[in-house]
């Protein structure tokens, strides 16, 4: 049997880090970080609340080791690049980069007191894929892909630093995008697949970079995207 390790999930209380709660709660000791962690039901895991003005856990709340960390708190602002104000580019770079600067550099101590220990971060399709209306949120995910393999050169071979870039998946946060069938029909005929992804199958990838399987692995960008940023049908 692996080893039971401390995961810490910031933002695991919907969409794809409630996912990787439930995947993980069973096995692993499992510490939410979320305004509303209490919504994750059926599983056990430890609720630490964020701090409401910095965004940020304090290390009094977590054990004296991590073995995995996962930032999964994102936005999309899908606009004109004209009509992007300047506030929304601050806005998405604070909530996909400097959310997870803040909060790691508060636990890296705890990470690095771990024996092969784990960061996952989520990307997007569109920072390899130029799309329209993309600008602002593909700006502020290619800082992240860019602190990925940056960390993961400066923290090898203690610490893996990974990340994953889906296209759209079903949760909370895309819901705009697919709340009725003409919306949802066009999204998934874009993917080569035919559909848009779901929690489960992005918070099966982000189980697989916490785990021992992929141990040979760091510094990568992982493409779970329906097929969207390499095929073209």
């Given at each position: 049997m692996s080893e039971r390790k401390n995961i810490l999930i910031i933002g695991g209380s919907s969409?794809?880090?409630?996912?990787?709660?439930?995947?993980?709660?069973?096995?692993?000791?499992?510490y939410v970080a979320s305004r509303n962690p209490d919504t994750v039901s059926g599983v056990e895991f430890t609720s630490i609340r964020l701090d409401i003005v910095?965004?940020?856990?304090?290390?009094?709340?977590?054990?004296?080791?991590?073995?995995?960390?996962?930032?999964?708190p994102g936005s999309i602002n899908l606009k004109p690049f004209k009509g992007l104000k300047e506030a929304i580019f601050l806005e998405d770079f604070s909530i996909n980069?400097?959310?997870?600067?803040?909060?790691?550099q508060i636990v890296t101590p705890l990470l690095q007191a771990a024996e092969n220990a784990s960061?996952?971060?989520?990307?997007?399709?569109?920072?390899?894929?130029?799309?329209?209306?993309?600008?602002s949120v593909a700006t502020a995910k290619g800082a992240l892909e860019g602190l990925t393999r940056s960390l993961a050169a400066e923290w090898a071979p203690k610490i893996r630093v990974n990340a994953i870039a889906p296209s759209l998946v079903n949760?909370?946060?895309?819901?705009?995008f697919l709340n009725n069938e003409v919306k949802a029909a066009k999204v998934n005929e874009r993917h080569p697949l035919k559909r848009v992804g779901t929690a489960e199958e992005i918070a099966n990838a982000a189980a697989y970079l916490l785990s021992d399987?992929?141990?040979?692995?760091?510094?990568?960008i992982l493409q779970l995207d329906g097929g969207i940023g390499n095929v073209k049908i």
């Amino acid at each position: 049997m692996s080893e039971r390790k401390n995961i810490l999930i910031i933002g695991g209380s919907s969409g794809i880090g409630a996912a990787l709660t439930r995947q993980l709660a069973s096995e692993h000791n499992v510490y939410v970080a979320s305004r509303n962690p209490d919504t994750v039901s059926g599983v056990e895991f430890t609720s630490i609340r964020l701090d409401i003005v910095s965004e940020t856990i304090t290390l009094e709340q977590l054990p004296d080791k991590l073995h995995g960390f996962v930032y999964t708190p994102g936005s999309i602002n899908l606009k004109p690049f004209k009509g992007l104000k300047e506030a929304i580019f601050l806005e998405d770079f604070s909530i996909n980069v400097l959310g997870a600067i803040k909060n790691l550099q508060i636990v890296t101590p705890l990470l690095q007191a771990a024996e092969n220990a784990s960061v996952v971060f989520f990307s997007t399709v569109a920072v390899q894929m130029g799309m329209p209306f993309h600008s602002s949120v593909a700006t502020a995910k290619g800082a992240l892909e860019g602190l990925t393999r940056s960390l993961a050169a400066e923290w090898a071979p203690k610490i893996r630093v990974n990340a994953i870039a889906p296209s759209l998946v079903n949760t909370p946060l895309a819901e705009r995008f697919l709340n009725n069938e003409v919306k949802a029909a066009k999204v998934n005929e874009r993917h080569p697949l035919k559909r848009v992804g779901t929690a489960e199958e992005i918070a099966n990838a982000a189980a697989y970079l916490l785990s021992d399987d992929s141990g040979w692995m760091t510094g990568s960008i992982l493409q779970l995207d329906g097929g969207i940023g390499n095929v073209k049908i």
